[in-house]
Protein backbone atom coordinates (compact mmCIF):
# COMPACT_ATOMS: atom_id res chain seq x y z
CA UNK A 1 0.00 0.00 0.00
CA UNK A 2 2.71 2.19 0.60
CA UNK A 3 4.22 2.10 -2.72
CA UNK A 4 0.74 2.31 -4.41
CA UNK A 5 0.13 5.58 -2.02
CA UNK A 6 3.75 6.76 -2.82
CA UNK A 7 3.25 6.16 -6.79
CA UNK A 8 -0.41 8.19 -6.68
CA UNK A 9 0.75 11.38 -4.51
CA UNK A 10 2.27 13.24 -7.43
CA UNK A 11 1.90 17.14 -6.82
CA UNK A 12 -0.14 17.44 -10.08
CA UNK A 13 -2.20 14.20 -10.73
CA UNK A 14 -1.04 10.93 -11.58
CA UNK A 15 2.67 9.55 -11.93
CA UNK A 16 3.35 9.39 -15.57
CA UNK A 17 4.01 5.95 -16.80
CA UNK A 18 7.98 6.58 -17.85
CA UNK A 19 8.28 7.53 -13.95
CA UNK A 20 6.65 4.81 -12.61
CA UNK A 21 8.86 2.56 -14.85
CA UNK A 22 11.85 4.57 -13.45
CA UNK A 23 10.91 4.41 -9.97
CA UNK A 24 10.10 0.26 -10.13
CA UNK A 25 13.78 0.26 -11.85
CA UNK A 26 15.22 1.67 -8.59
CA UNK A 27 13.23 0.00 -6.07
CA UNK A 28 13.88 -3.70 -7.48
CA UNK A 29 17.47 -2.89 -9.26
CA UNK A 30 19.14 -1.21 -6.65
CA UNK A 31 17.88 -3.35 -3.76
CA UNK A 32 19.33 -6.08 -5.26
CA UNK A 33 22.54 -4.48 -5.60
CA UNK A 34 23.75 -4.17 -1.87
CA UNK A 35 24.33 -7.97 -2.05
CA UNK A 36 25.93 -7.97 -5.26
CA UNK A 37 28.26 -5.55 -4.00
CA UNK A 38 28.85 -8.04 -1.05
CA UNK A 39 29.39 -10.55 -3.65
CA UNK A 40 31.61 -8.64 -5.56
CA UNK A 41 34.20 -7.62 -2.94
CA UNK A 42 34.89 -10.88 -1.66
CA UNK A 43 37.44 -10.94 -4.12
CA UNK A 44 37.92 -8.03 -5.43
CA UNK A 45 39.33 -4.84 -3.29
CA UNK A 46 36.49 -2.52 -3.27
CA UNK A 47 37.42 0.80 -4.63
CA UNK A 48 39.02 -0.61 -7.67
CA UNK A 49 35.92 -2.78 -8.18
CA UNK A 50 33.93 0.31 -7.99
CA UNK A 51 36.36 2.10 -10.54
CA UNK A 52 36.09 -0.90 -13.05
CA UNK A 53 31.98 -0.61 -12.23
CA UNK A 54 31.34 2.73 -13.17
CA UNK A 55 34.33 2.99 -15.60
CA UNK A 56 33.05 0.18 -17.90
CA UNK A 57 29.19 1.52 -17.47
CA UNK A 58 30.05 5.26 -18.43
CA UNK A 59 32.20 4.34 -20.97
CA UNK A 60 29.45 2.24 -22.87
CA UNK A 61 26.99 5.07 -22.50
CA UNK A 62 28.91 7.52 -23.65
CA UNK A 63 29.62 5.22 -26.99
CA UNK A 64 26.12 4.39 -26.97
CA UNK A 65 25.27 8.49 -26.47
CA UNK A 66 27.86 9.48 -29.44
CA UNK A 67 26.37 6.97 -31.86
CA UNK A 68 22.79 7.84 -31.20
CA UNK A 69 24.03 11.71 -31.88
CA UNK A 70 24.65 13.18 -28.60
CA UNK A 71 27.29 16.26 -28.09
CA UNK A 72 30.13 15.62 -25.93
CA UNK A 73 29.48 18.06 -22.59
CA UNK A 74 30.83 20.77 -22.60
CA UNK A 75 34.11 21.60 -20.14
CA UNK A 76 31.52 23.66 -17.40
CA UNK A 77 28.98 20.56 -17.80
CA UNK A 78 31.94 17.91 -17.36
CA UNK A 79 33.38 19.70 -13.85
CA UNK A 80 29.66 19.94 -12.82
CA UNK A 81 28.95 16.32 -13.75
CA UNK A 82 32.14 15.69 -11.85
CA UNK A 83 30.94 16.74 -8.59
CA UNK A 84 27.91 15.49 -8.93
CA UNK A 85 29.29 11.99 -9.53
CA UNK A 86 31.92 12.24 -7.05
CA UNK A 87 28.92 12.89 -4.29
CA UNK A 88 26.46 10.64 -5.70
CA UNK A 89 28.96 7.70 -6.41
CA UNK A 90 32.33 8.09 -4.45
CA UNK A 91 30.77 9.52 -1.53
CA UNK A 92 27.58 7.59 -1.85
CA UNK A 93 28.54 3.75 -3.04
CA UNK A 94 31.75 4.20 -2.72
CA UNK A 95 31.15 4.36 1.42
CA UNK A 96 28.66 1.67 1.14
CA UNK A 97 31.49 -1.01 -1.32
CA UNK A 98 33.80 0.44 1.63
CA UNK A 99 31.36 -0.38 4.10
CA UNK A 100 30.78 -4.01 3.15
CA UNK A 101 34.32 -4.58 2.77
CA UNK A 102 34.50 -4.51 6.39
CA UNK A 103 32.12 -6.88 6.96
CA UNK A 104 28.72 -4.79 7.37
CA UNK A 105 25.64 -6.65 5.91
CA UNK A 106 23.66 -5.75 3.13
CA UNK A 107 20.51 -5.44 5.38
CA UNK A 108 22.26 -2.78 7.22
CA UNK A 109 23.93 -1.05 4.12
CA UNK A 110 20.53 -0.71 2.72
CA UNK A 111 18.85 0.57 5.85
CA UNK A 112 21.34 3.00 6.66
CA UNK A 113 21.08 4.77 3.07
CA UNK A 114 17.45 4.39 3.74
CA UNK A 115 18.00 7.99 6.12
CA UNK A 116 18.96 9.75 2.52
CA UNK A 117 15.63 11.48 2.23
CA UNK A 118 16.18 13.00 5.76
CA UNK A 119 19.33 13.95 4.92
CA UNK A 120 17.74 15.85 1.63
CA UNK A 121 14.82 17.03 3.67
CA UNK A 122 17.96 18.77 5.81
CA UNK A 123 20.08 20.04 2.96
CA UNK A 124 16.83 21.21 0.98
CA UNK A 125 16.28 23.99 3.49
CA UNK A 126 19.33 25.58 2.86
CA UNK A 127 18.14 26.09 -0.52
CA UNK A 128 15.14 27.76 0.69
CA UNK A 129 12.64 24.63 1.18
CA UNK A 130 10.49 24.81 4.04
CA UNK A 131 11.29 22.42 6.87
CA UNK A 132 8.18 21.43 8.80
CA UNK A 133 8.42 20.16 12.45
CA UNK A 134 7.44 16.64 11.09
CA UNK A 135 10.37 16.64 9.43
CA UNK A 136 12.74 17.12 11.96
CA UNK A 137 10.53 14.70 14.14
CA UNK A 138 11.19 12.03 11.20
CA UNK A 139 15.19 12.81 11.03
CA UNK A 140 15.31 12.38 14.74
CA UNK A 141 13.06 8.86 14.56
CA UNK A 142 15.80 8.13 12.10
CA UNK A 143 19.03 8.81 14.27
CA UNK A 144 17.16 6.69 17.48
CA UNK A 145 17.15 3.67 14.64
CA UNK A 146 20.34 3.90 13.76
CA UNK A 147 21.56 3.63 17.22
CA UNK A 148 18.99 1.05 17.66
CA UNK A 149 20.23 -0.79 14.84
CA UNK A 150 23.91 -0.93 16.29
CA UNK A 151 22.67 -2.41 19.70
CA UNK A 152 22.93 -6.20 18.85
CA UNK A 153 21.73 -9.11 16.56
CA UNK A 154 22.40 -9.74 12.83
CA UNK A 155 22.81 -6.11 11.49
CA UNK A 156 25.30 -5.30 13.60
CA UNK A 157 28.41 -3.80 12.31
CA UNK A 158 32.05 -2.60 13.62
CA UNK A 159 32.15 1.26 14.01
CA UNK A 160 34.31 2.10 11.40
CA UNK A 161 32.01 0.67 8.84
CA UNK A 162 28.51 2.15 10.77
CA UNK A 163 30.56 5.81 10.22
CA UNK A 164 31.07 5.02 6.19
CA UNK A 165 26.98 3.57 6.29
CA UNK A 166 26.31 7.65 7.97
CA UNK A 167 28.67 9.41 5.29
CA UNK A 168 27.35 7.54 2.39
CA UNK A 169 23.78 9.01 2.52
CA UNK A 170 24.84 12.38 3.66
CA UNK A 171 26.95 12.28 0.39
CA UNK A 172 24.17 11.11 -1.88
CA UNK A 173 21.57 13.99 -0.89
CA UNK A 174 24.36 16.68 -0.98
CA UNK A 175 24.75 15.07 -4.83
CA UNK A 176 21.21 15.20 -5.52
CA UNK A 177 20.68 18.35 -4.36
CA UNK A 178 23.33 20.04 -6.53
CA UNK A 179 22.32 18.38 -9.45
CA UNK A 180 19.55 20.88 -10.07
CA UNK A 181 21.95 23.83 -9.67
CA UNK A 182 25.08 22.72 -11.73
CA UNK A 183 25.61 23.12 -15.44
CA UNK A 184 25.51 19.06 -16.77
CA UNK A 185 24.90 17.77 -20.18
CA UNK A 186 20.99 15.97 -20.61
CA UNK A 187 19.85 12.61 -20.43
CA UNK A 188 22.48 9.70 -20.56
CA UNK A 189 25.30 11.66 -21.69
CA UNK A 190 25.13 13.04 -18.40
CA UNK A 191 24.55 10.04 -16.36
CA UNK A 192 28.05 8.84 -18.26
CA UNK A 193 29.80 11.92 -17.33
CA UNK A 194 28.81 11.41 -13.81
CA UNK A 195 29.85 7.48 -14.01
CA UNK A 196 33.36 8.11 -16.02
CA UNK A 197 34.15 10.55 -13.42
CA UNK A 198 33.75 8.64 -10.44
CA UNK A 199 35.40 6.16 -12.42
CA UNK A 200 38.55 8.12 -12.52
CA UNK A 201 38.59 9.08 -8.95
CA UNK A 202 38.12 5.83 -7.42
CA UNK A 203 41.09 3.97 -9.07
CA UNK A 204 43.86 6.52 -6.91
CA UNK A 205 41.85 6.24 -4.13
CA UNK A 206 42.00 2.84 -4.43
CA UNK A 207 46.02 2.36 -5.22
CA UNK A 208 46.48 5.18 -2.77
CA UNK A 209 44.68 2.93 -0.22
CA UNK A 210 46.88 -0.24 -1.07
CA UNK A 211 44.15 -1.64 -3.17
CA UNK A 212 45.79 -4.65 -5.47
CA UNK A 213 44.03 -7.25 -7.78
CA UNK A 214 46.30 -10.29 -7.52
CA UNK A 215 44.27 -12.51 -8.92
CA UNK A 216 40.91 -12.90 -11.21
CA UNK A 217 37.97 -12.77 -9.07
CA UNK A 218 35.98 -16.11 -9.01
CA UNK A 219 32.61 -17.03 -10.85
CA UNK A 220 30.28 -15.59 -8.53
CA UNK A 221 32.20 -12.39 -7.71
CA UNK A 222 32.62 -11.98 -11.81
CA UNK A 223 28.90 -11.94 -12.23
CA UNK A 224 28.20 -9.96 -9.30
CA UNK A 225 30.25 -6.99 -11.01
CA UNK A 226 28.78 -8.15 -14.37
CA UNK A 227 25.52 -7.17 -12.87
CA UNK A 228 26.21 -4.20 -11.45
CA UNK A 229 27.82 -2.90 -14.39
CA UNK A 230 24.47 -3.71 -16.35
CA UNK A 231 21.89 -3.01 -14.17
CA UNK A 232 22.92 -1.29 -11.27
CA UNK A 233 24.77 1.36 -13.24
CA UNK A 234 23.54 1.09 -16.91
CA UNK A 235 20.00 0.90 -16.23
CA UNK A 236 19.52 1.90 -12.70
CA UNK A 237 21.78 5.17 -12.13
CA UNK A 238 20.29 6.56 -15.44
CA UNK A 239 17.13 5.94 -14.33
CA UNK A 240 17.70 7.88 -11.04
CA UNK A 241 19.41 10.70 -13.21
CA UNK A 242 16.13 10.27 -15.43
CA UNK A 243 14.38 11.28 -12.34
CA UNK A 244 16.17 14.50 -10.97
CA UNK A 245 15.84 15.73 -15.50
CA UNK A 246 12.16 15.49 -14.67
CA UNK A 247 12.66 17.43 -11.25
CA UNK A 248 10.27 14.77 -9.41
CA UNK A 249 9.28 16.06 -6.01
CA UNK A 250 12.19 14.76 -3.73
CA UNK A 251 9.48 13.11 -1.82
CA UNK A 252 8.66 10.79 -4.89
CA UNK A 253 11.55 10.20 -6.39
CA UNK A 254 13.54 8.76 -3.14
CA UNK A 255 10.60 6.41 -2.11
CA UNK A 256 13.13 3.72 -3.41
CA UNK A 257 15.40 4.35 -0.22
CA UNK A 258 12.32 2.91 1.75
CA UNK A 259 11.48 0.15 -0.67
CA UNK A 260 15.44 -0.77 -0.89
CA UNK A 261 15.75 -2.02 2.64
CA UNK A 262 13.03 -4.56 2.57
CA UNK A 263 14.51 -6.33 -1.00
CA UNK A 264 18.12 -6.32 0.66
CA UNK A 265 17.41 -8.37 3.63
CA UNK A 266 15.05 -10.59 2.07
CA UNK A 267 17.73 -11.32 -0.37
CA UNK A 268 20.43 -11.32 1.80
CA UNK A 269 18.15 -13.76 3.94
CA UNK A 270 17.82 -16.07 1.12
CA UNK A 271 21.10 -15.82 -0.68
CA UNK A 272 23.56 -14.61 1.80
CA UNK A 273 23.28 -16.63 5.24
CA UNK A 274 22.15 -13.35 6.89
CA UNK A 275 20.07 -13.75 10.22
CA UNK A 276 18.20 -10.65 12.22
CA UNK A 277 17.38 -11.15 15.89
CA UNK A 278 14.29 -8.91 17.04
CA UNK A 279 16.68 -5.79 18.10
CA UNK A 280 17.59 -5.64 14.44
CA UNK A 281 14.21 -5.52 12.85
CA UNK A 282 13.00 -3.25 15.44
CA UNK A 283 15.91 -0.84 14.43
CA UNK A 284 15.13 -1.39 10.59
CA UNK A 285 11.35 -0.61 11.60
CA UNK A 286 12.01 2.43 13.00
CA UNK A 287 14.51 3.96 10.42
CA UNK A 288 11.92 3.03 8.13
CA UNK A 289 9.27 4.76 10.04
CA UNK A 290 11.28 7.83 9.78
CA UNK A 291 11.24 7.94 6.43
CA UNK A 292 7.84 7.56 5.88
CA UNK A 293 7.04 10.64 8.41
CA UNK A 294 8.93 12.56 6.37
CA UNK A 295 7.65 11.67 3.31
CA UNK A 296 3.84 11.77 4.94
CA UNK A 297 4.78 15.54 6.08
CA UNK A 298 5.71 16.60 2.34
CA UNK A 299 2.82 15.17 0.65
CA UNK A 300 0.72 16.90 3.41
CA UNK A 301 1.72 20.03 2.48
Known sequence: ?????????????????????????????????????????????PYLMLAVRFGVAGALLHVIMRLRGRPNPTPRQWLGSAAVGCLLLVGGMGSVGLAQSFGAPSGLAAVMVATMPL?????LRFFGERTSRADYVGMAVGIVGVLILNLGGG?????????LLLVSPFSWALGSALS?????????????????AAGALFLPLGLLRGERVVAWPSFGSGLALLYLILFGSLIGFSAYVFLLEKRV??????????????????????????????????GMAVVVLSVLLVVRSETGR
Open 1 to 45: MTRLRALRTSSIGPVPFDVAVALVILYVVWGSTYLAIRFAVEDMP
Open 119 to 123: WLTLI
Open 155 to 163: LRSNPVAAA
Open 180 to 196: RKLPQASGGMGSAAQML
Open 249 to 282: RPTLMTSYAYVNPVVAVLLGMAFAGERFGVTSLL
